[in-house]
């Protein structure tokens, strides 16, 4: 069993790691991963050697971690080297294609809801309504993989 101490030396860790890397889904994936790291190597050597001390394992795990600027700096060098998204026409031809396959699906799913529903749903505001959500959904996609 970990004792308070050890976790308040893990969080203070994760904390200071945290604040270091960017506010983004990766980073947040980066510290959930981080944390359950940590665990598993302190477990590990707790099991190991249970007659050391917690706190003595806690520092062997961390400086086997890096410290949270190292980590942080590794995190943004991978950031930098991670492949880009191929040339401006290739970026075109993608977003053309994401365009038309939504216009595809809203006009099929407007025309069903009309079907469905006898008439009592207009098509035409059933593309409407299903457009906004659509570019809704693009902005979210957008804000959560970090490109507004």
């Known amino acids: 069993m970990i004792s ?8 203070d860790f994760i904390k200071k790691t945290s604040r270091l890397l960017p506010d983004n889904f ?17 477990n590990s050597k707790i099991t190991s050697n249970p007659d050391e001390s917690q706190s003595s394992l806690i520092q062997e795990v961390l ?4 410290t949270p ?3 942080a700096e590794e995190y943004a060098i991978e950031q930098v080297h991670e492949p880009e998204q191929g040339g401006s026409s290739d970026r075109v031809r993608y ?3 994401r365009l038309v396959a939504a216009l595809i699906v809203v006009v099929l799913a407007a025309w ?12 035409s505001l059933a593309i409407v309504v299903l457009m906004v959500f659509a570019v809704i959904e693009w902005f979210i996609r957008a804000k959560q993989i970090g490109k507004t």
């Open 4 to 11: 308070g101490e050890t976790e308040r030396v893990i969080e």
């Open 26 to 42: 990766a980073a947040e994936d980066l510290i959930a991963d981080l944390r359950a790291h940590i665990y598993e190597a302190l």
């Open 63 to 66: 400086d086997d971690v890096g």
């Open 69 to 71: 600027e190292e980590i």
């Open 95 to 97: 977003y053309a294609i």
């Open 112 to 123: 069903i809801v009309s079907i469905i529903t006898n008439g009592a749903v207009d098509f």
